[in-house]
């Protein structure tokens, strides 16, 4: 059973940094592009950052480019999201999400991690 559990949430004030985690266990780790989306009250889920199986490219979404790094630890099945400068438009929940190599759609979610950024 593939699961994916995030942490790292909570409630910062803006310009502020927080450090998401998101272990995977259920599945070989290294076979998995890995990313993540998150969702704010009322509106529809967006990227923020995936990042290749071997952790040597990344993409951002346009609204968090230059301030968020997106990192995994293969060794330890781990995905990070390090975010930095934080503004009250970028709070949601975060969800961590896996995709196989070869495929095209996102297999697993995890459960999500709320982000609350205060002005």
């Known amino acids: 059973q593939v699961q994916l559990v995030e942490s790292g949430g909570g409630l910062v004030k803006a310009g502020g940094s927080l450090r998401l985690s998101c272990v995977a266990s259920?599945?070989?780790?290294?076979?998995?592009?890995m990313a993540w989306f998150r969702q704010a009250p009322g509106k529809e889920r967006e990227l923020v950052a995936i990042?290749?199986?071997?952790?040597?490219?990344?993409d951002y979404g346009d609204s968090v480019k230059g301030r968020v790094t997106i990192s995994r630890d293969n060794a330890k099945s781990t995905v990070y999201l390090q975010m930095n400068s934080l503004k009250p438009e970028d709070t949601g929940v975060y969800y961590c999400?896996?995709?196989?190599?070869?495929?095209?759609?996102?297999?697993?979610w995890g459960q999500g991690t709320q982000v609350t950024v205060s002005s």
């Open positions: 259920g599945l070989t780790f290294s076979d998995y592009v």
């Open positions: 999400t896996g995709r196989y190599y070869s495929a095209r759609d996102y297999s697993f």
């Open positions: 990042l290749t199986r071997d952790g040597q490219t990344t």
